[in-house]
Protein backbone atom coordinates (compact mmCIF):
# COMPACT_ATOMS: atom_id res chain seq x y z
CA UNK A 1 0.00 0.00 0.00
CA UNK A 2 3.15 1.88 0.87
CA UNK A 3 4.46 1.75 -2.54
CA UNK A 4 2.44 3.36 -4.68
CA UNK A 5 3.83 6.30 -6.64
CA UNK A 6 3.89 9.77 -4.66
CA UNK A 7 1.20 12.04 -6.44
CA UNK A 8 2.68 15.95 -7.14
CA UNK A 9 -0.62 17.76 -5.67
CA UNK A 10 -1.82 15.57 -3.02
CA UNK A 11 1.64 14.72 -1.53
CA UNK A 12 2.67 18.79 -1.65
CA UNK A 13 -0.72 19.24 0.21
CA UNK A 14 0.17 16.78 2.95
CA UNK A 15 3.30 18.30 3.05
CA UNK A 16 1.80 21.37 3.89
CA UNK A 17 -0.36 19.98 6.67
CA UNK A 18 2.25 17.34 8.13
CA UNK A 19 5.07 19.74 7.74
CA UNK A 20 4.87 23.75 6.74
CA UNK A 21 2.24 24.04 9.39
CA UNK A 22 3.81 22.68 12.25
CA UNK A 23 6.89 24.57 11.23
CA UNK A 24 5.37 28.09 11.62
CA UNK A 25 2.63 27.85 7.94
CA UNK A 26 5.89 29.14 5.62
CA UNK A 27 8.16 27.21 3.68
CA UNK A 28 11.55 28.50 1.26
CA UNK A 29 11.07 26.92 -2.13
CA UNK A 30 14.19 25.38 -2.85
CA UNK A 31 14.24 23.78 0.98
CA UNK A 32 10.76 21.96 -0.15
CA UNK A 33 11.69 21.30 -3.61
CA UNK A 34 14.91 19.23 -2.08
CA UNK A 35 12.68 17.80 0.62
CA UNK A 36 9.89 16.02 -1.58
CA UNK A 37 12.59 14.69 -4.08
CA UNK A 38 13.19 12.67 -0.93
CA UNK A 39 9.67 11.07 -1.66
CA UNK A 40 10.42 10.58 -5.53
CA UNK A 41 8.37 13.91 -6.21
CA UNK A 42 10.84 16.03 -9.03
CA UNK A 43 11.28 19.91 -9.22
CA UNK A 44 8.88 20.40 -12.08
CA UNK A 45 6.29 18.25 -10.13
CA UNK A 46 6.65 20.13 -6.80
CA UNK A 47 6.71 23.78 -9.15
CA UNK A 48 3.40 22.77 -10.70
CA UNK A 49 1.76 21.76 -7.28
CA UNK A 50 2.69 25.29 -5.73
CA UNK A 51 1.51 27.00 -9.15
CA UNK A 52 -1.50 25.43 -8.56
CA UNK A 53 -1.96 25.87 -4.71
CA UNK A 54 -1.15 29.54 -5.39
CA UNK A 55 -3.51 30.44 -8.09
CA UNK A 56 -6.37 28.74 -5.55
CA UNK A 57 -5.63 30.99 -2.88
CA UNK A 58 -4.03 28.44 -0.71
CA UNK A 59 -0.23 30.37 -0.69
CA UNK A 60 1.01 33.83 -1.05
CA UNK A 61 4.59 34.45 -2.22
CA UNK A 62 6.75 36.00 0.90
CA UNK A 63 10.48 35.92 1.40
CA UNK A 64 11.94 35.39 4.96
CA UNK A 65 16.04 35.80 5.83
CA UNK A 66 16.70 36.18 1.86
CA UNK A 67 15.49 33.21 1.16
CA UNK A 68 12.02 32.76 -1.72
CA UNK A 69 8.93 31.04 0.05
CA UNK A 70 5.66 30.82 0.31
CA UNK A 71 2.52 31.28 3.40
CA UNK A 72 0.00 29.78 3.66
CA UNK A 73 -2.83 31.55 3.33
CA UNK A 74 -5.46 32.13 6.36
CA UNK A 75 -7.77 30.07 3.72
CA UNK A 76 -5.28 27.00 3.49
CA UNK A 77 -4.72 27.50 7.32
CA UNK A 78 -7.88 26.95 8.25
CA UNK A 79 -8.53 23.88 5.58
CA UNK A 80 -5.68 22.01 6.74
CA UNK A 81 -6.64 22.67 10.63
CA UNK A 82 -10.33 21.46 9.81
CA UNK A 83 -8.83 18.34 7.79
CA UNK A 84 -6.45 17.66 11.06
CA UNK A 85 -9.16 16.87 13.28
CA UNK A 86 -9.88 14.00 10.65
CA UNK A 87 -6.52 12.92 9.80
CA UNK A 88 -4.65 13.34 13.19
CA UNK A 89 -7.92 11.75 15.27
CA UNK A 90 -9.84 9.79 12.90
CA UNK A 91 -13.84 10.03 12.66
CA UNK A 92 -14.87 9.39 16.03
CA UNK A 93 -17.81 6.99 16.27
CA UNK A 94 -21.04 9.17 16.30
CA UNK A 95 -23.31 8.49 19.06
CA UNK A 96 -26.62 6.28 17.69
CA UNK A 97 -28.93 8.03 20.46
CA UNK A 98 -28.13 11.62 18.39
CA UNK A 99 -29.61 10.17 15.07
CA UNK A 100 -29.18 10.84 11.73
CA UNK A 101 -28.76 13.73 9.32
CA UNK A 102 -30.79 13.39 6.05
CA UNK A 103 -30.27 16.02 2.97
CA UNK A 104 -33.11 15.77 -0.11
CA UNK A 105 -32.49 17.69 -2.95
CA UNK A 106 -34.51 18.45 -6.40
CA UNK A 107 -32.22 20.30 -8.28
CA UNK A 108 -33.23 21.37 -11.75
CA UNK A 109 -31.06 21.03 -14.64
CA UNK A 110 -30.54 24.39 -15.35
CA UNK A 111 -28.53 24.03 -12.22
CA UNK A 112 -26.52 20.28 -13.39
CA UNK A 113 -23.02 21.48 -12.21
CA UNK A 114 -24.26 22.51 -8.55
CA UNK A 115 -25.93 19.56 -8.28
CA UNK A 116 -22.72 17.49 -9.06
CA UNK A 117 -20.90 19.47 -6.74
CA UNK A 118 -23.42 19.05 -4.06
CA UNK A 119 -23.30 15.37 -4.77
CA UNK A 120 -19.50 15.48 -4.36
CA UNK A 121 -18.89 17.89 -1.38
CA UNK A 122 -21.69 15.76 0.67
CA UNK A 123 -19.36 12.54 -0.10
CA UNK A 124 -16.16 14.11 0.27
CA UNK A 125 -17.78 15.52 4.28
CA UNK A 126 -18.97 11.67 4.40
CA UNK A 127 -22.31 11.54 3.59
CA UNK A 128 -23.76 8.34 2.15
CA UNK A 129 -26.30 7.74 -0.60
CA UNK A 130 -29.21 6.42 0.76
CA UNK A 131 -31.33 6.67 -2.56
CA UNK A 132 -31.87 9.10 -5.12
CA UNK A 133 -31.05 12.68 -4.04
CA UNK A 134 -31.39 10.82 -0.59
CA UNK A 135 -27.91 11.56 1.49
CA UNK A 136 -27.63 10.44 5.27
CA UNK A 137 -24.85 10.98 8.05
CA UNK A 138 -24.46 11.15 11.90
CA UNK A 139 -26.46 13.45 13.14
CA UNK A 140 -23.58 15.65 14.02
CA UNK A 141 -22.82 16.87 10.65
CA UNK A 142 -26.16 18.57 10.18
CA UNK A 143 -23.96 22.06 10.34
CA UNK A 144 -21.59 21.27 7.48
CA UNK A 145 -24.31 19.79 5.55
CA UNK A 146 -26.21 23.48 5.78
CA UNK A 147 -22.78 25.12 4.90
CA UNK A 148 -22.35 22.61 1.57
CA UNK A 149 -25.91 23.58 0.73
CA UNK A 150 -25.46 27.31 0.89
CA UNK A 151 -22.31 27.68 -0.08
CA UNK A 152 -23.51 26.27 -3.62
CA UNK A 153 -26.86 28.77 -3.32
CA UNK A 154 -29.34 25.66 -3.47
CA UNK A 155 -31.08 26.24 -0.63
CA UNK A 156 -34.32 26.89 -2.15
CA UNK A 157 -33.82 23.23 -3.59
CA UNK A 158 -33.03 21.11 -0.54
CA UNK A 159 -33.81 19.96 2.63
CA UNK A 160 -32.32 18.97 5.64
CA UNK A 161 -33.60 16.60 8.41
CA UNK A 162 -32.51 15.67 12.04
CA UNK A 163 -33.97 12.67 13.49
CA UNK A 164 -34.00 8.89 14.77
CA UNK A 165 -34.36 5.82 12.28
CA UNK A 166 -37.62 3.69 12.99
CA UNK A 167 -37.23 0.97 10.26
CA UNK A 168 -38.61 -0.94 8.79
CA UNK A 169 -35.57 -1.89 6.72
CA UNK A 170 -32.77 -3.08 9.34
CA UNK A 171 -30.23 -0.04 9.94
CA UNK A 172 -27.07 -1.75 9.66
CA UNK A 173 -28.36 -3.10 6.04
CA UNK A 174 -29.15 0.60 4.96
CA UNK A 175 -26.12 1.80 6.19
CA UNK A 176 -24.05 -0.79 4.51
CA UNK A 177 -25.73 -0.08 1.23
CA UNK A 178 -25.37 3.49 1.67
CA UNK A 179 -21.48 3.59 1.99
CA UNK A 180 -19.50 0.90 0.85
CA UNK A 181 -18.29 0.04 4.16
CA UNK A 182 -16.56 -3.14 3.09
CA UNK A 183 -14.02 -1.17 1.00
CA UNK A 184 -12.92 1.43 4.04
CA UNK A 185 -12.61 -1.63 6.14
CA UNK A 186 -10.28 -3.26 3.67
CA UNK A 187 -8.75 0.03 3.11
CA UNK A 188 -8.19 0.13 6.64
CA UNK A 189 -6.95 -3.87 6.64
CA UNK A 190 -4.19 -2.82 3.93
CA UNK A 191 -2.57 -0.43 5.97
CA UNK A 192 -1.97 -2.56 9.07
CA UNK A 193 -0.74 -5.10 6.56
CA UNK A 194 1.36 -2.56 4.74
CA UNK A 195 2.65 -1.01 8.31
CA UNK A 196 2.38 -3.36 11.36
CA UNK A 197 5.27 -5.63 9.96
CA UNK A 198 7.65 -2.51 10.27
CA UNK A 199 6.70 -0.65 13.54
CA UNK A 200 10.58 -1.82 15.05
CA UNK A 201 12.07 -0.65 11.48
CA UNK A 202 10.38 3.00 11.28
CA UNK A 203 11.11 3.52 14.85
CA UNK A 204 14.88 3.59 14.38
CA UNK A 205 14.76 6.43 11.36
CA UNK A 206 16.64 9.09 11.83
CA UNK A 207 17.46 12.29 9.42
CA UNK A 208 16.09 11.72 5.36
CA UNK A 209 15.13 8.08 5.70
CA UNK A 210 12.39 9.08 8.65
CA UNK A 211 11.19 12.53 6.42
CA UNK A 212 10.47 10.04 3.76
CA UNK A 213 8.91 7.55 6.06
CA UNK A 214 6.72 9.74 7.99
CA UNK A 215 5.46 12.10 4.95
CA UNK A 216 4.59 8.40 3.18
CA UNK A 217 2.97 7.73 6.05
CA UNK A 218 0.88 10.19 6.25
CA UNK A 219 0.28 11.07 2.55
CA UNK A 220 -0.68 7.02 2.41
CA UNK A 221 -3.18 7.67 6.19
CA UNK A 222 -4.93 10.72 5.32
CA UNK A 223 -7.37 9.51 2.54
CA UNK A 224 -8.58 6.71 4.89
CA UNK A 225 -10.38 8.59 7.61
CA UNK A 226 -11.85 11.42 4.99
CA UNK A 227 -13.62 8.13 3.41
CA UNK A 228 -14.84 6.84 6.68
CA UNK A 229 -18.07 8.50 8.05
CA UNK A 230 -17.52 7.57 11.87
CA UNK A 231 -20.53 5.72 11.76
CA UNK A 232 -21.92 4.53 15.58
CA UNK A 233 -19.80 1.18 16.48
CA UNK A 234 -23.22 -0.87 16.94
CA UNK A 235 -23.87 -1.06 13.29
CA UNK A 236 -20.75 -1.54 11.90
CA UNK A 237 -19.08 -5.07 12.18
CA UNK A 238 -17.69 -6.38 14.94
CA UNK A 239 -14.72 -6.64 13.04
CA UNK A 240 -14.32 -3.47 11.64
CA UNK A 241 -10.37 -2.44 11.71
CA UNK A 242 -11.03 1.60 12.01
CA UNK A 243 -9.39 1.09 16.28
CA UNK A 244 -6.75 -0.81 15.05
CA UNK A 245 -5.47 1.29 11.68
CA UNK A 246 -5.56 4.39 13.88
CA UNK A 247 -3.85 2.75 16.79
CA UNK A 248 -1.18 1.64 14.79
CA UNK A 249 -1.12 5.27 12.63
CA UNK A 250 -0.88 7.18 16.49
CA UNK A 251 2.31 5.29 17.20
CA UNK A 252 4.01 5.61 14.18
CA UNK A 253 3.40 9.10 14.03
CA UNK A 254 4.71 8.91 17.21
CA UNK A 255 7.89 7.51 16.27
CA UNK A 256 8.34 9.47 13.23
CA UNK A 257 7.47 12.95 13.51
CA UNK A 258 10.05 14.22 15.83
CA UNK A 259 12.80 13.22 13.82
CA UNK A 260 10.87 14.33 10.40
CA UNK A 261 10.33 17.90 11.42
CA UNK A 262 13.67 18.24 12.90
CA UNK A 263 14.91 16.59 9.21
CA UNK A 264 12.93 19.53 7.43
CA UNK A 265 14.15 22.08 9.28
CA UNK A 266 17.07 21.53 8.22
CA UNK A 267 16.11 23.11 5.12
CA UNK A 268 15.02 26.53 6.54
CA UNK A 269 16.87 29.13 6.32
CA UNK A 270 18.66 29.91 9.95
CA UNK A 271 17.13 33.68 11.08
Partial sequence: MSSRAPQPRTTVVTF?????????????????????AEVGIDAPGVRTAVFRLKKN??????????????????????????GDEV???????????DGWCIVHFGVPESKRA?????RAHLAHLGFGN??????????????AAERAVAELDLSEHAAIFVGDYHGPQDLTDLLYGSWD???????????????????????????????????????TWRKLPFRDPGLPSEVLD???????ATALFERLVAALEKQALKHAKTHWPRS
Fill in 16 to 36: LGAVVRPLGGWMPIAGAVDLL
Fill in 57 to 82: GWLDSVSQHGARGYALTAEADETLAA
Fill in 87 to 97: IWHARRPADLA
Fill in 114 to 118: QRHQL
Fill in 130 to 143: AGTALWIAPARMRA
Fill in 181 to 219: LDAIDQGYRDFVAAYAPRVEELRGLRGAAAFAAYLTLVD
Fill in 238 to 244: PKWSAPE
